[in-house]
């Protein structure tokens, strides 16, 4: 068992961001020590807000206030992340869910102070022809619809209401869309800007209809106007990982507005029979992805090798799930859903990928997110170490061939003497056995144009095996 003055020691050696917060909040060194061998649950993420909850429950709050607890909530969060991540003791599940978490409830809570107060001024929005309130919907995408946030994610949104209308109850009543928006830019604020105590969450908001130039929030109806007269084959593959994120489950408007938002996405992304039809729209948004990597790494030196968007890249597995979750998503249930593990095991049952292709694809994938962890770990310390890479994002030849021993962890690995080489080579095993496995199962997406020149490498040598060994 890691002994837990060992493992804080290793913790602030290995991370600039650790040792400033420690130094800062001496009172946390004991409060995370206590905490080395314990998951990071659901209960405990509850239990970093509830001073925050309690402070809610009482009148006269001040937004800075609200401001600086969740900040320093947020701060508590990833310094226990760290601390159990780096000492090999955190599953990639663990650190994803809880970040996911974390960002759904304070996103609550956040929506909870701001309701308060506009209710004091303008009312509250209602239902014209029933008697209840009308919340705001927030749709969760990407990383955080997947339960799949890494460190750094930026969290993207969607903000929706079910109905138009005007507010009751307050000193003056306004439309429905202008109390949601007035919601939603001050939500954006609270979360996203920066203080003394950092920041919560980065907010992205493009995904929503019409992106930068649409309204900040729309209604079901205008959601749905737009996505089956100019919704794009982009944005069907952007809301498979759609997940409504508020109101919260056991709020007793979920399953309401749940159903509302189920019955516009699931005709518009998954069609009801073997969507053979989407190819086309599939190669083409493949190679967006690729010109967009390629674009990002034009006179960077290394970022060929960006094991997020980069050929064999992370980015890469996500996007082989989700083209079967469009192509069979339609005539298959089980397919819907946000998790990229759980779409792999799933074309591992259904026998729509045999199980070699798909462990080696489930072990890239958790390697290459654990590793982007452990960059973003290393990213916010030793800044002198970083100085030659910190703008070239995920940028790994330099910093895995040079300065190897200050990311690694020592229980990355079962061997605590495993060579840079050897971390070199795992890459690239796991790279060159991703890139294989995509293009036997992408074959088919490149009939009647060229097949890729790295594909045609793949393809020309055979077996997975074979080329992890090239």
């Not at 401001?67 to 780096?86: F, K, T, V």
């Not at 014209?128 to 997947?146: F, Q």
């Not at 709020?251 to 019955?263: I, T, V």
């Not at 890479?389 to 605590?416: A, E, G, N």
């Amino acid at each position: 068992m890691v002994n837990t003055q060992t493992a804080l020691t290793f913790l602030e050696n290995h991370s600039l961001f650790a040792s400033r917060w420690l130094g800062a909040q001496q009172q946390w060194r004991g409060w995370l020590e206590e905490r080395l061998h314990t998951p990071i649950e659901p209960k405990q993420i509850d239990g970093l807000l509830l001073s925050l909850r309690q402070s809610l429950g009482q009148e006269g709050l001040e937004e800075s206030a609200l401001m600086s607890e969740l900040r320093l909530a947020r701060q508590r969060l990833m310094l226990w992340i760290a601390y159990r991540d780096l000492n090999g003791l955190a599953t990639l599940d663990e650190v994803t869910h809880a970040l996911s978490y974390f960002a759904q409830q304070s996103l609550a809570l956040t929506v909870a102070y701001i309701r308060r107060d506009l209710n004091s001024r303008f009312g509250l929005p209602w239902a014209r022809l029933a008697d209840y309130e009308l919340p705001l919907m927030i749709v969760g995408m990407g990383k955080l619809g997947g339960k799949e946030l890494n460190l750094s994610s930026d969290i993207d949104l969607i903000f929706l209401y079910e109905e138009e209308g005007d507010t009751r109850g307050g000193s003056s009543s306004i439309s429905n869309h202008e109390w949601f928006t007035k919601l939603g830019r001050r939500l954006i604020r609270i979360i996203s800007e920066h203080d003394v105590n950092g920041f919560v969450f980065r907010v992205d908001m493009r995904l929503r209809p019409n992106g930068d130039s649409g309204p900040l929030v729309c209604s079901l109806e205008m959601l749905e106007e737009y996505l089956f007269v100019q919704g794009r084959e982009w944005e069907r593959y952007a809301w498979i990982k759609g997940r409504m994120i508020y109101p919260l489950k056991d709020h007793p408007d979920h399953a309401r507005c749940e159903k509302g938002l189920e019955q516009i996405i699931r005709p518009f992304v998954y069609r009801r029979h073997l969507d053979y039809g989407v190819i086309a729209a599939i190669r083409e948004l493949h190679a967006q992805i690729q010109r967009e990597a390629e674009k990002r790494s034009s006179n960077r030196s290394g970022r060929s090798r960006d094991i997020k968007l980069g050929r064999g890249g992370i980015r890469e597995i996500e996007f082989l799930a989700q083209m079967f979750q469009l192509m069979r998503g339609g005539t298959d249930p089980r397919l819907r859903i946000r998790p990229t593990l759980e779409v792999l095991d799933l074309l591992e049952a259904n026998q729509l990928m045999s199980p070699e292709e798909i462990h080696d694809l489930k072990g890239a994938y958790v390697f290459l997110r654990r590793l982007e962890h452990r960059y973003r770990f290393g990213k916010i310390s030793k800044p002198i170490i970083f100085q030659k890479v910190m703008k070239r994002v995920y940028s790994l030849p330099r910093l895995w061939l040079d300065q190897i021993k200050s990311l690694r962890s020592r229980h990355f690995y079962k061997s605590s003497t495993i060579t840079r080489i050897e971390w070199h080579v795992t890459l690239r095993k796991h790279s060159l056995w991703m890139r294989a496995v995509v293009c036997n199962s992408m074959q088919t997406i490149w009939i009647g144009s060229p097949i890729p020149l790295y594909f045609q490498k793949c393809t020309s040598v055979g077996k997975v095996g074979r080329i992890a060994l090239a």
